[in-house]
């Protein structure tokens, strides 16, 4: 019905149809019923996979090949077309799959065919012995044997609604734009830092964050029988960056159980693993564990999507650049994260209720909390303005993508809308939340500010030193030497080393009690010495005085100690009065910061209420 109109290759405009608020809030005089908005590049509904690929990914894949790591999300209303735009189908392939596609020809020749590199943390390398290398090729087999193939007919049936509309795709890189050259295809090789001296090797992890639980979508889960589902956790490393390990929480049916890590025995350990990463060796393997996740992945049926996304779902590819020698050392590492978000959607049109109501709850949460965080980095840039508190902790996905946000790696946010005008107010809310996206200005840090370079470690976690002819001892750090204000994550120790690291800290505690009670016994001393003191000084003052100028004198003191007890108490009055009106002001900030809403929403909501 014309109600989105493309401009020019940089430009969208929204003309509200008149059943939606926005036109009915723009006749009373409140807000517009044209909107216009701009970004880095707009791909009509004509534009093949193959035209947005060429269009949108080059300069992210460039720089994840010379060593930037890189973030690709969708955002939209559901039914938007945002898991197609990544995915595909198999006859028409996403970003996504063409992404490694490219990967793959850009190392060819050049790539790193053993599994003995493994990616560890969020950017280092483990080192694995033989029995382990064994163990990640069994586990691989064992994925890669779960899949039962599917007809083209299923696969299309499971993604046909996604595309039963002509969708538009809004894309930008946060301050970089996309050039418009061709033949992308493959990626110029001169352009990049891979030298011919170097190999790669490519592992990648699928993941999903479902009602703010993170949850491996490559483990392997029996069809025959209810199976618990293991729950991940987010940790930070040295320089703050974000991964994903395993946790001691375990989810059944219903209920959450606590387990203790130390009642459980070495052999036990293999419940708590962590997120897996799996080594590929082309194209065709990274999609089949494409494939596997997908079945793993929360859908669901609502009445605006056959096969909506019910979770967050993040596709992570981790390169790793290797000398070409015999004994290869790590040059570095490197991620490409495609993050499929779930739409954010009404619940009064969606008609959803019991599960599908609380994940589209979850779901429209951990959005708004996105939006908070944009809003708060939108704000710092400017400096006439208190700088205000980014809230990436509230959420899962903030805090997982926290570095993008913060430098360390370029974000490329894709904006998929609905051109029905049953959706106009929900891809009016998705615009203007993707305009002051694109005003954050992301600036790149350099290597040498707040970078920890890859650390090599072995199969038990401990790092491995290289030398060389030219290197001596004594350039390197004492390993047992850790800073005071260094965080280290305790739970990659071993369970001896966990129960001692308990012991020291119950003696560490202890010790601290007794030199605090000492403290407090000395203090108590010292008080009650300086009162008794007190009072035999001013026992004495009174013997000195004869009795009727005593009397007189007691009179006056007495006047004296009133006034001095008053002035007292109405300075301690005045403090107590002006630190309870400043806590009540900061309680009153912060709820209007918690319950703000725009005056457009506002008397949206109201007008409904009427």
Request: proline share 3%; aromatic share 8%.
């Amino acid at each position: 019905k014309g109600c989105v109109t493309i401009e020019d290759a940089q430009t969208v405009i929204l003309n509200a149809p008149k059943e939606s608020s926005a036109m009915k809030n723009s006749e009373r005089g409140i807000g517009h019923a044209v909107h216009s908005f701009t970004f880095s590049q707009v791909f009509g509904p004509e534009t093949t996979q193959s035209e947005f690929f060429e269009g949108s990914m080059k300069d992210i894949i460039r720089a994840y090949i010379n060593g930037v790591n890189g973030l690709v999300f969708t955002y939209g209303v559901t039914n938007a077309g945002k898991t197609f735009t990544i995915q595909g189908t198999s006859k028409d392939l996403g970003i996504l799959p063409r992404s490694l596609d490219v990967i793959f020809n850009h190392i060819r020749g050049r790539h790193y065919l053993k599994m003995n590199f493994k990616p560890y943390l969020s950017n280092d390398v483990k080192k694995l012995e033989d029995e382990q290398v064994k163990q990640e090729e069994a586990l691989k087999s064992a994925i890669l044997a779960s899949l039962k193939e599917v007809s083209d007919q299923m696969l299309l049936k499971a993604i046909l609604y996604l595309h039963s509309y002509s969708h538009l795709l809004l894309c930008f890189l946060l301050n970089v734009s996309f050039c418009s050259e061709k033949n992308f295809f493959p990626l110029d090789i001169h352009k990049t830092n891979m030298q011919q001296r170097t190999q790669a090797s490519v592992w990648i992890s699928f993941c999903e964050i479902y009602n703010e639980y993170v949850y491996d979508l490559l483990s392997i889960l029996s069809t025959s029988k209810p199976q618990r589902r293991r729950v991940l956790r987010i940790c930070e490393d040295q320089g703050g960056n974000c991964y994903v390990k395993g946790n001691n929480t375990i989810l059944w049916p219903g209920q959450l159980h606590r387990i203790s890590l130390m009642v459980r025995n070495v052999s036990k350990r293999s419940l708590f693993a962590d997120l897996k990463w799996i080594n590929v060796q082309s194209t065709e393997e990274g999609c089949r564990l494409l494939k596997i996740g997908n079945k793993n992945r929360s859908f669901a049926c609502t009445r605006m999507n056959e096969q909506s996304s019910r979770s967050h779902s993040i596709f992570s590819i981790r390169l790793l650049k290797l000398t070409d020698e015999h004994q290869p050392r790590v040059l570095g590492v490197s991620e490409l994260s495609f993050c499929d978000l779930a739409g954010s959607e009404r619940c009064n049109k969606t008609h959803v209720f019991g599960d599908r109501l609380k994940e589209a709850g979850n779901i429209n949460n951990s959005l708004h909390i996105l939006g908070k965080c944009i809003a708060a980095l939108k704000q710092n840039q400017n400096p006439k303005m208190k700088p205000s508190y980014i809230p990436f902790r509230e959420s899962k996905l903030t805090r997982l993508f926290q570095p993008f946000f913060c430098g360390k790696g370029k974000a490329c946010m894709i904006v998929n809308i609905n051109q029905h005008t049953s959706t106009y107010d929900e891809t009016l809310h998705v615009m203007k939340f993707s305009a002051l996206a694109r005003q954050v200005i992301q600036t790149i840090l350099p290597k040498n500010f707040g970078y920890f370079p890859p650390k090599l470690v072995g199969g038990d976690g401990k790092p491995v030193m290289h030398f060389d002819a030219n290197t001596s001892v004594d350039d390197f750090a004492d390993s047992a030497e850790t800073s005071a204000e260094e965080e280290v994550d305790i739970t990659i120790l071993s369970h001896e080393d966990l129960l001692r690291a308990a012991e020291d800290l119950k003696e560490k505690v202890a010790a601290e009690r007794r030199s605090k009670l000492l403290l407090e016994v000395k203090i108590r001393k010292e008080m009650a010495e300086a009162m008794f003191r007190q009072l035999l000084e001013t026992e004495e003052a009174w013997r000195q005085v004869p009795l009727q100028p005593a009397l007189r004198l007691r009179g006056n003191r007495l006047e004296d100690m009133k006034d001095s007890y008053e002035e007292k108490l109405e300075s301690k009055f005045e403090m107590y009065k002006e630190a309870i009106k400043k806590h009540a002001y900061m309680c009153a900030m912060e709820q209007i910061e918690e319950h703000y809403v725009p005056i457009e929403e506002f008397l949206a909501e109201q007008e409904k209420v009427e």
